[in-house]
């Protein structure tokens, strides 16, 4: 079996005195992507802010490689090969295309390396070579999700974390989204997908966790919980 590369473990985080995750458990091995779905609510944006460090833990634990990073910040993590997109892309707007993706590689000082990374981004991305000077800002919210991913994977990812990367976007954009985490996920980078499309999630997905108030409700194969009577009447609108 494939090396767990993340796991989490009993994981609750609180804001205020209201507590959103409840003790969550789940894993991602070496190879996989893994989707967690659920709906508006449920908890999933907010462990995936506490298993990059953005948010402070109320209890368990998340481990990374076989050891805990309890504690650590997003830049500690990202050292570690453990980037994230978050919800909403974070482009710096006032940025040309390039530049955000030299921040994604500032941990790094491989020049060769780093333009050759670029190049493989704008393999991907062939939209972000046309504006590659083009303020970040002036861009489509689709073509800003391209880049949000396109600077994640200037740091070399072991683990990508997408959060939510279909949101508010056309259903063309839609399409191309996903086919870029299947190359993405194709090229060897181990992903945890975050997303309230979850037919499209789980039709990726190696495997899929459904959460709903706070907890993981459901587990199992993506075939399998696409199959399921449940999450299709909850999730599928059938």
């Given at each position: ?133 083009q303020l970040a800002g002036t861009m489509s919210g689709g073509e800003q ?71 993981v409700s459901m587990s199992g194969s993506g075939k399998d919980l696409l ?12």
């Open positions: 079996m494939a090396q767990t590369l993340l796991k989490v473990s009993g994981l609750k985080v609180a804001y205020g005195g209201i507590q959103a995750v409840k003790g969550v458990d789940f894993e991602v091995r070496e190879g996989e992507l893994v989707s967690l779905i659920g709906s508006n609510g449920a908890g999933k944006t907010t462990t995936m802010k506490a298993i990059t460090g953005s948010l402070p833990l109320a209890g368990g634990d998340i481990e990374y490689l076989g050891k805990s990073i309890k504690g650590q910040g997003p830049w500690d993590l990202v050292r570690q090969g453990l980037a994230m997109v978050p919800e909403g892309r974070g482009v710096f707007t006032r940025m040309s295309i390039t530049e955000n993706l030299l921040m994604g590689a500032y941990i790094r000082s491989d020049k060769a390396g780093v333009a050759q990374d670029i190049e493989r981004v704008f393999s991907i991305f062939p939209r972000l070579r046309e504006r590659k000077d999700q391209m880049l949000a991913m396109g600077r994640a994977l200037m740091c070399r990812p072991k683990v990508l974390l997408l959060d939510e990367p279909s949101m508010g976007l056309s259903p063309i954009m839609v399409d191309k989204i996903f086919e870029v985490v299947q190359d993405v996920y194709a090229q060897g980078v181990t992903v945890l997908l975050v997303e309230q499309n979850a037919s499209r999630a789980l039709a990726l997905a190696n495997r899929g966790y459904v959460m709903e108030s706070g907890l199959a399921d009577p449940k999450v299709r009447a909850a999730y599928l609108g059938e």
